[in-house]
């Protein structure tokens, strides 16, 4: 059964810096894509940050030059590391993972609180 964990959420201040990891277990095979989604209550879940086997990487207009995504290939994992976070951040933050693409057929993590807060 495969599963992604994600870790390193929690509170932080305006302007301060999180990294958040996902891990996939259950499965020997690399995912093509993975990403970062987030949600806050009564909205939908929205992408952040996605990137796939070449490399190539996508994120929502808001994160760009705040927030990178990296990948460690070998270990299937995915990586967040969010810079200048503003309250607007402030959601659960969901781990995806895909063998052919990301999004609501792929798989999802559990979810880690990220909290921006003075």
């Known amino acids: 059964q495969v599963q992604l964990v994600e870790s390193g959420g929690g509170l932080v201040q305006p302007g301060g810096s999180l990294r958040l990891s996902c891990a996939a277990s259950?499965?020997?095979?690399?995912?093509?894509?993975m990403g970062w989604y987030r949600q806050v209550p009564g909205k939908q879940r929205d992408m952040v940050a996605t990137?796939?086997?070449?490399?190539?990487?996508k994120y929502v207009d808001s994160v760009k030059g705040r927030f990178y995504i990296s990948r460690d290939y070998a270990k299937n994992e995915v990586y967040l590391d969010m810079n200048s976070l503003q309250p607007e951040d402030t959601a659960v933050y969901y781990c995806?993972?895909?063998?052919?693409?990301?999004?609501?057929?792929?798989?999802w993590g559990q979810g880690t609180q990220v909290t921006v807060s003075s």
């Open positions: 990137v796939n086997d070449d490399g190539i990487t």
């Open positions: 995806n993972g895909g063998y052919y693409a990301v999004g609501n057929d792929a798989f």
């Open positions: 259950g499965t020997t095979s690399r995912f093509y894509a």
